[in-house]
Nanobody, 115 residues
Framework: QVQLVESGGGLVQTGGSLRLSCAAS????????MGWYRQAPVKERNLVAV???????DYADSVKGRFTISRDNAKNTVSLQMASLKPEDTGVYYC?????????WGQGTQVTVSS
């Protein structure tokens, strides 16, 4: 069993920055990809950014150039640095880890960008 705990969400004005962090604990076996997903009100949960064990990254087009994902494999943590935030970035951000044991989700952290 793997537990993911996110932190760092909050309320920020347009143009501001936030940093989200996610820590994995428990029986961690062969975690490969770690990523962040966003779910806006009454919308589907969509990929924001993902990073492989080797450090390869992929971003949603809407956040390219503004968000940066990083991870510490030794500590089993993943972070998302968000800059130039826009109201459309508002939503609940979920951390996800995938590995030999399957896929695991965190409980989510709310990010609200005011206009």
């Amino acid at each position: 069993q793997v537990q993911l705990v996110e932190s760092g969400g909050g309320l920020v004005q347009t143009g501001g920055s936030l940093r989200l962090s996610c820590a994995a604990s428990g029986t961690i076996v062969g975690i490969n990809n770690m990523g962040w997903y966003r779910q806006a009100p009454v919308k589907e949960r969509n990929l924001v950014a993902v990073i492989t064990t080797g450090g390869r990254t992929d971003y949603a087009d809407s956040v390219k150039g503004r968000f940066t994902i990083s991870r510490d494999n030794a500590k089993n943590t993943v972070s998302l640095q968000m800059a130039s935030l826009k109201p459309e970035d508002t939503g609940v951000y979920y951390c996800k880890a995938t590995g030999l044991g399957g896929a695991y989700w965190g409980q989510g952290t709310q990010v609200t960008v005011s206009s």
